[in-house]
C-alpha cells in the first residue's frame, strides 16, 4: 500500500492564480480531511469527508474547494491564491471499521503564493 | 464544547531530563485519546494511543478521566525527541465523526 500520496510536493503560485492539490489513498477509508500548517504553528482543518459524494467545512473552510467523487480521491482546490494562503497542506485519511481510529496522513504539499 | 488543549507552544528540556507534554480534552462522552509526532520536514505519524496502553520509544500517556487529560511522558528525553508533538481525540458527535488536534508543542531536547 502507498497510503496517502500527495501531489505536487512544492508549488510556488502568483497571487490570484488557481491550483489544486491532489489526494489520493488506497486503504480504502472513508473519511479524509485537508488541513493546512502554517509556519510554527499547529494544524488546521480546512475541509473534511465522510464518504464518496459528502464534503462539509473545517474550520478554515474560506478560499477553498473540494470534491469526492470516489472513495480514492480528495482534491482541493484553490481559487484566486492569496498570501495568506502560504503554508504547507497536508491529507489525511482514517476509518471507523472497527479497531483503533488511527489518521494516516500524506507527505504534504509546500505552497508559497507571492 | 469539544476541545483539546495543549498548553504549552514550546518546550525545552536537556537532553537526560524528565519531559511532560500536557494535554487537556473536552468532550462529553468517552473519545479515543491519540499523541501524533512530527519530526522535521516529515508527515505526521502516531506516536501511542489511549486503548493500547503501550510504551512506544520509551514514550507513555496515561488517560484521567476524572482530570479529563491524556499527558505524554518520558522519563529520560533523547535528542532525537525533538518533534512537534499532537494531542488528539476522535469521537461521534452529532451523528458523525469528530477528530479533533491540539495545537501541538515543539519539543526541544538540547545537547
Known amino acids: 500500500n502507498a497510503g496517502v500520496t500527495q501531489t505536487p510536493k512544492f508549488r510556488i503560485l502568483k497571487i490570484g492564480q488557481s491550483m489544486t492539490l491532489q489526494c489520493t489513498q488506497d486503504?480504502?477509508?472513508?473519511?479524509m480531511y485537508w488541513y493546512r500548517q502554517d509556519p510554527g504553528m499547529g494544524l488546521k482543518l480546512i475541509y473534511y469527508?465522510?464518504?464518496?459524494?459528502?464534503?462539509d467545512k473545517g474550520e478554515v473552510p474560506n478560499g477553498y474547494n473540494v470534491s469526492r467523487s470516489t472513495t480514492e480521491d480528495f482534491p482541493l482546490r484553490l481559487e484566486l491564491a492569496a498570501p495568506s494562503q502560504t503554508s504547507v497542506y497536508f491529507c489525511?485519511?482514517?476509518?471507523?471499521?472497527?479497531?483503533?481510529?488511527?489518521?494516516?496522513f500524506g507527505p504534504g504539499t509546500r505552497l508559497t503564493v507571492l | 464544547a469539544q476541545r483539546v488543549t495543549q498548553p504549552e507552544k514550546l518546550l525545552s528540556v536537556f537532553k537526560g531530563a524528565p519531559v511532560e507534554l500536557k494535554c487537556n480534552y473536552s468532550?462529553?462522552?468517552?473519545?479515543?485519546l491519540f499523541w501524533y509526532v512530527q519530526y522535521s520536514r516529515q508527515r505526521l505519524q502516531l506516536l501511542l494511543r489511549?486503548?493500547s496502553r503501550e510504551s512506544i520509544k520509551g514514550f507513555t500517556a496515561d488517560l484521567n478521566k476524572g482530570e479529563t487529560s491524556f499527558h505524554l511522558k518520558k522519563p529520560f528525553a533523547q535528542e532525537e525527541d525533538s518533534a512537534m508533538y499532537y494531542c488528539?481525540?476522535?469521537?461521534?458527535?452529532?451523528?458523525?465523526?469528530?477528530?479533533?488536534f491540539g495545537t501541538g508543542t515543539r519539543l526541544k531536547v538540547l545537547a
Open positions: 469527508s465522510v464518504g464518496a459524494g459528502i464534503t
Open positions: 486503504m480504502n477509508h472513508n473519511y
Open positions: 489525511a485519511s482514517n476509518n471507523l471499521a472497527g479497531g483503533s481510529n488511527e489518521q494516516f
Open positions: 488528539a481525540l476522535s469521537g461521534p458527535t452529532s451523528g458523525t465523526y469528530k477528530y479533533i
Open positions: 468532550y462529553s462522552g468517552s473519545p479515543e
Open positions: 489511549h486503548i
